[in-house]
């Protein structure tokens, strides 16, 4: 079998991305075991996506074990003193809890049901961290049952509740998330770091001081740092250098003030990745060495020692390793497009709908020798917003049965689908060394009818 490597797609490093800051160069979307056979057949790990389409249906979701490890390492030896936990939010599921366990990063968790997933997969709950600006009582009391290694406090009310489930002969170890007063990231839905949105406590405005002197005030609960988190899909490095020397300010100031010295300094994730080649990324290499140099050199100025960072990458881990495939059920032309509608859509991938996110799909499965036309791959739901991908050049001669592949597939997709016009969520299947494994089943309509209980 002769196998060609996909345009841009080959193991000659280019995935270590772009410098930081945004010089964007040629870059692979594709994982890098992706290959392509002269026919056109796409396969990933040594896996072709066909076969996979063939075995599971359509949609199906692949998930590229090696370069979820990838990441994992490259994460790992670029933070080698840091504490790198993995945003559950971005996909969860079993088989992925016990690759990362295995990676060995932690886990950032927010609510009671990605937790239990978490540790009843093996976990260690030590090595996880529960976020959300909106506990409910399960998830604290799941937290604190579960033994979870750290809890971010979010919110002024947080703090009483909290105390109060530790009980006063408990104890628990607590960040706090404080808003530095930072906009960055892709869309203005996932920026986090400014003051005036529902997450953290506001350096800016005080809140976040006064929220220090009452959790110091709880004997149960024992604040190790202070936590940032300042968006999604964030590029470039400077955001992260300035919010770093603002908290560093305030942990000076926390000294002052109460003669503690916080040990700890969460930075968060968001780290940036590239949904089409070209796109710039965020180098977790040169992002951590210029955190590390700024950490040196802020502690330094305000006399303090140098706190153990914490980092929460959640897209940058699964992202790039996730491949979206779809058979195209209907095609359509406009004078001014032509319209391919696909069986999945806005129920398996919103990040079009919700932020304008464009993808880069192609054909798998055989080769076209068309001209390529200006496309619109849509969705199979029931509104005109259902697009997945607006005007992408893609072969003419597309038809119903044809496969379509949409790379970087892997966080905020399944982990964010719905089960809108009752369509079934999709199956994600797992490839390594050319075989695949059933990571999780498609969602049935036995399943969904389970659910409704009846009149
Ligand atoms: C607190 C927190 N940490 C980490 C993440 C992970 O973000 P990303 O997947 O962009 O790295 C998020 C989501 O944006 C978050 O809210
Ligand atoms: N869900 C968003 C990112 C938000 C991350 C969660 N805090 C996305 O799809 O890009």
Redesign the pocket.
């Given at each position: 079998m002769t196998v060609t490597e996909l345009p841009g797609s080959g193991t000659e490093e280019p995935r270590a991305g772009t410098g930081a800051d945004g010089a964007a160069e040629e870059y692979s979307v594709w994982p890098a075991t992706t290959t392509e056979e002269p026919g056109g057949r796409v396969l990933i790990a040594g896996v072709p996506l066909d076969d996979i389409a063939d075995a599971h249906g359509t949609p199906v979701y692949v998930l590229d074990e090696a370069e979820i490890r990838y990441r994992c390492r490259t994460y790992r030896s670029a933070f080698p003193d840091a504490d790198v936990?993995y945003?559950a939010?971005?996909f969860l599921c079993r088989g992925l809890v016990r690759l990362v366990d295995e990676e060995g990063l932690g886990l950032?968790v927010?609510s009671a049901g990605e937790l239990e997933l978490a540790v009843t997969a093996g976990f260690p709950p030590e090595r996880i961290l529960l976020?959300g600006n909106a506990k409910s009582p399960a998830d604290l009391d799941t937290a604190l049952r579960l033994g979870v290694g750290r809890i971010?406090i979010d919110s002024a009310s947080e703090i009483a509740r909290l105390a109060a489930a530790v009980g006063p002969r408990g104890h628990q170890k607590v960040m706090l998330?404080v808003t530095p007063g930072v906009g960055a990231g892709g869309h203005a839905k996932?920026r986090?770091g400014t003051d005036d949105q529902k997450?953290g406590l506001s350096l800016r405005d005080g809140h976040a001081q006064h929220a220090v002197a009452r959790v110091l005030g709880q004997p149960q609960l024992e604040l190790t740092g202070l936590?940032c988190?300042l968006?999604?899909?964030?590029t470039g490095t400077k955001p992260y250098l300035t919010a770093l020397r603002r908290l560093v300010g305030l942990t000076a100031r926390i000294r002052d003030a109460h003669g503690v010295v916080l040990p700890e300094l969460d930075l968060?994730?968001?780290?940036?990745i590239a949904y089409r080649p070209g796109d710039p990324v965020l180098d977790p290499t040169a992002l951590a060495r210029r955190l590390r140099a700024a950490l040196a050199e802020s502690c330094a100025a305000a006399r303090l020692p140098v706190p153990r960072l914490l980092v929460?990458?959640?897209?940058?881990?699964v992202?790039p390793a996730g491949v979206a495939v779809y058979r195209v059920l209907a095609v359509k032309t406009t004078p001014g497009r032509a319209f391919v509608a696909v069986d999945g859509g806005m129920s398996d991938n919103p990040r079009p709908a919700l932020y304008g996110v464009r993808y880069a799909p192609r054909l798998i499965g055989r080769r076209s020798s068309a001209p390529t036309a200006r496309t619109t791959v849509a969705g199979r739901h029931c509104e005109a917003g259902d697009i997945l991908a607006e005007d992408v050049a893609l072969p003419a001669d597309l038809r119903p049965g044809d496969l379509l592949a949409v790379p970087v597939a892997g966080?905020?997709h399944l982990s964010m689908a719905s089960s809108y016009n009752l369509v079934g969520r999709p199956p994600v299947v797992a490839v390594r060394d050319g075989a695949a494994r059933l990571l999780v089943r498609r969602e049935t309509l036995e399943d969904l009818r389970a659910r409704d209980v009846g009149l």
């Open positions: 936990h945003a939010k971005a950032d927010c976020h971010v998330r996932i986090t997450f936590h988190h968006g999604s899909q964030i968060g994730g968001g780290h940036g929460e990458p959640g897209r940058a881990v992202g966080a905020y």
